[in-house]
């Protein structure tokens, strides 16, 4: 079992920039692949981003693609979220999964992932 929590989000203007943090509890988390999804109101909850356990290989949503960085740290127990140039369509609760091996090949598909976090607000204005 794996607890995450997210933190970082709040408000900022459109091409404004974030950190998205989650962090992990458990010893676990270094072998776990990670992901961040987003979910808009009214919409379906969406893959972001998602890294590797070791961090080799990271993959995004075309959205994103060029704007946002995944990256963790295995020594703090934490994954990351670097958002740039933000815009009103980022605007969404973001969560933090978690991927435990074995994994899978739906990398993008919340399904895949085991553990969610409780998300956090990302609010771009115009």
């Known amino acids: 079992q794996v607890q995450l929590v997210e933190s970082g989000g709040g408000l900022v203007q459109a091409g404004g920039s974030l950190r998205l943090s989650c962090a992990a509890s458990?010893?676990?988390?270094?072998?776990?692949?990670m992901g961040w999804f987003r979910q808009a109101p009214g919409k379906e909850r969406e893959f972001v981003a998602r890294?590797?356990?070791?961090?080799?290989?990271?993959y995004y949503a075309d959205s994103v693609k060029g704007r946002f960085t995944i990256f963790r740290d295995n020594a703090k127990n934490t994954v990351y979220l670097q958002m740039n140039s933000l815009k009103p369509e980022d605007t969404a609760v973001y969560y933090c999964?978690?991927?435990?091996?074995?994994?899978?090949?739906?990398?993008?598909?919340?399904?895949?992932?085991?553990?969610w976090g409780q998300g956090t607000q990302v609010t771009v204005s115009s």
């Open positions: 999964a978690a991927d435990p091996p074995p994994y899978g090949l739906d990398k993008d598909k919340p399904t895949q992932y085991q553990y």
């Open positions: 458990g010893r676990a988390f270094s072998s776990y692949a």
């Open positions: 890294i590797s356990w070791y961090g080799g290989n990271t």
